[in-house]
């Protein structure tokens, strides 16, 4: 008779292993560049997890990658995206991809007029997706529609199913957007910077209204954005990313008291401290372009702590204690 297995662990809800995103560029010998370049990560149910990084670095372009979304042109050029219960989403077809979005993966933007068609009623467009995904109908979708703007705390949530977007404030429209991502009943959320565009006041409720629902309802949130400001309060775990890498994974605790790696710490540096007036200091110099990588570390033409062997090794992705990863030299030679 065989041994009882022990249970093996359950998979996580999301596994992205050495996933390539791959840009048409005339700076590449093959023609193509890749922009993200072999990213991982796990995520569990009701977990958020924050993607930062400068603009122009991959974040969103890995975020379409994980909801089918990539623009023309653009195309996963590798590596593997598993859903707990849908398998292997890279090998899925547009008809495979339409009856997971929405359904099982969402996505919320910077601009909510990119997901809210000017031309219909936020409740019609609420009802639509209702119908799609959920099968409800007439009053019945009428009703769950008002239950959703109400979860999203839109006020008069009642009298806003016959509001059009424009007539939406800022943090209004974020809210429909979110509510209508929600409407599928989606287990992952992909929120792109999606309080960038708002004041400070409408953005802090728009975050706290999305950790509230990962916390209630279980959903998982991929929280993107340029801003390490914003991802400190309410993301158990950052992935910061540089030239389609991530350089640097750590507990958004620890990476904000003891970064590890030198570009993350430039991003904290970068960051306005309250009560000093003046300039936000930037890093100085860019993000490289696509297909025009610089040999070695992709940061180290910007890095204040580079050494010649920067500038020739590419650094390799390595585990430090407290479970975090960074991908730096300084750190490949600590025993
Ligand atoms: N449709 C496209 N075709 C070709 N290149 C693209 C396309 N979209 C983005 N890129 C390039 O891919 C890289 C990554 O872009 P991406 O939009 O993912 O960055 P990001 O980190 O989201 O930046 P931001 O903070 O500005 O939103 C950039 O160099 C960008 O110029
Ligand atoms: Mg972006």
Not at 105 to 132: D, H, K, W
């Amino acid at each position: 008779m065989s041994q009882p297995q022990p249970n093996p662990s359950p998979a996580p809800l999301l596994a992205v292993d050495d996933l390539t995103v791959t840009v048409p560029s005339a700076a590449a010998p093959d023609g193509r560049a890749a922009v993200v370049r072999r990213f991982s990560m796990r995520l569990e149910r009701g977990e958020m997890v924050a993607l930062v990084g400068e603009s122009g670095c991959g974040k969103t372009l890995t975020a379409l990658a994980l909801i089918g979304l990539l623009p023309a042109g653009v195309a996963v050029g590798g590596g593997s995206i598993r859903l707990a219960g849908a398998g292997e989403l890279t090998a899925l077809d547009e008809g495979g991809w339409v009856r997971l979005r929405g359904a099982r993966v969402a996505m919320i933007f910077q601009e909510p007029l990119s997901a809210l068609n000017p031309r219909l009623t936020i409740g019609y467009q609420l009802c639509e997706t209702l119908r799609r995904h959920r099968r409800l109908r007439g009053a019945a979708a009428r009703r769950e529609a008002v239950r959703l703007l109400q979860r999203v705390a839109m006020p008069d949530a009642g009298r806003r199913l016959r509001s059009y977007a424009h007539q939406l404030s800022g943090g209004q429209r974020q809210r429909a957007m979110i509510a209508l991502a929600l409407a599928g009943e989606p287990d992952l959320l992909l929120a792109d910077e999606p309080t960038t565009a708002l004041d400070v006041t409408i953005q802090a409720q728009v975050l706290a209204l999305i950790d509230e629902l990962r916390r209630e309802l279980g959903l998982a949130v991929l929280l993107i954005s340029h801003d390490l400001g914003v991802v400190a309060g309410c993301c158990e775990r950052v992935l910061v990313m540089y030239a389609g890498q991530v350089v640097e994974e750590a507990p958004a605790e620890d990476l904000f008291r003891r970064p590890a790696h030198p570009y993350t710490r430039a991003l904290l540096d970068a960051l306005p401290v309250i009560g000093r007036r003046g300039e936000l200091r930037g890093i100085p110099g860019s993000v490289p372009q696509p297909g025009r990588l610089p040999p070695g570390c992709a940061f180290a033409p910007r890095c204040a702590e580079a050494v010649d062997r920067c500038r020739r090794q590419p650094p390799r992705l390595v585990p430090l204690a407290g479970g975090r990863l960074s991908r730096c030299l300084l750190h490949e030679e600590q025993p």
